[in-house]
């Protein structure tokens, strides 16, 4: 069916199901969401349509219209980048800068773990070294728990935990 915008949940919620026009194809309607208060102005809304094989494909909301999967993981990756500190985004521009320019926005990794290959790196090149983990103590061994056993959750039962940003950006600077 041809997509008409529709102007309350309620509109969105009976698309569901429905083969649906969208801006790169007929898509399935597989879920609708509601922000917002139902049946205030302040109600928004947005819906998922996916492909064959189950995966959501693109998005409309109340708020944005149409936006893409590719556009949804962009917008969120900046998002991200944006709340890390400052020591953090200068840390990963300074160690791989180069590589994440080669990446389209949509395609790149958690930020967080963006931060932790940028120290990795350091340490590898040898211009920091891993701390001892302040949980453990270095032992690796904290309080018994039944699901974990005795491993330190700070340092995973190594001993051992990346240093602090501002020691890996006075690493990165030398
Ligand atoms: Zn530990």
New binding site residues.
């Given amino acids: 069916m041809t997509f008409t915008a529709p102007t309350t949940y309620a509109e969105a919620k009976a698309l569901m199901g429905t083969d649906v026009e969208t801006p790169i194809g007929t898509l399935h309607c597989s879920g609708a969401g509601l922000h917002g208060v139902a049946g205030t102005p302040t109600e928004k809304f947005s819906i998922n349509f996916h492909n064959a094989k189950g995966n959501v494909e693109i998005s409309w909301s109340s708020r944005d219209g149409w936006v893409t999967l590719a556009e949804a993981k962009a917008k969120r990756w900046t998002t991200e980048w944006d709340k890390l500190p400052a020591q953090a985004r200068k840390l990963i521009d300074l160690v791989l800068g180069e590589v994440l320019k080669a990446y389209p926005v949509d395609k790149r990794s958690d930020v967080n773990k963006l931060l932790r290959i940028a120290k990795r790196r350091l340490i590898k090149a040898g211009k920091l070294t891993l701390k001892t ?10 309080s018994y728990c039944q699901m974990h056993g005795d491993t ?10 990346l240093p602090a940003t501002s020691d890996a950006l006075r690493a990165a600077k030398k």
């Avoid at 983990?133 to 904290?142: L, N």
């Avoid at 330190?152 to 935990?161: A, I």
């Fill in positions: 983990c302040g949980r453990c103590a270095g032992s690796g061994k904290y330190c959750f700070g340092c995973g039962g190594t001993g051992k935990v």
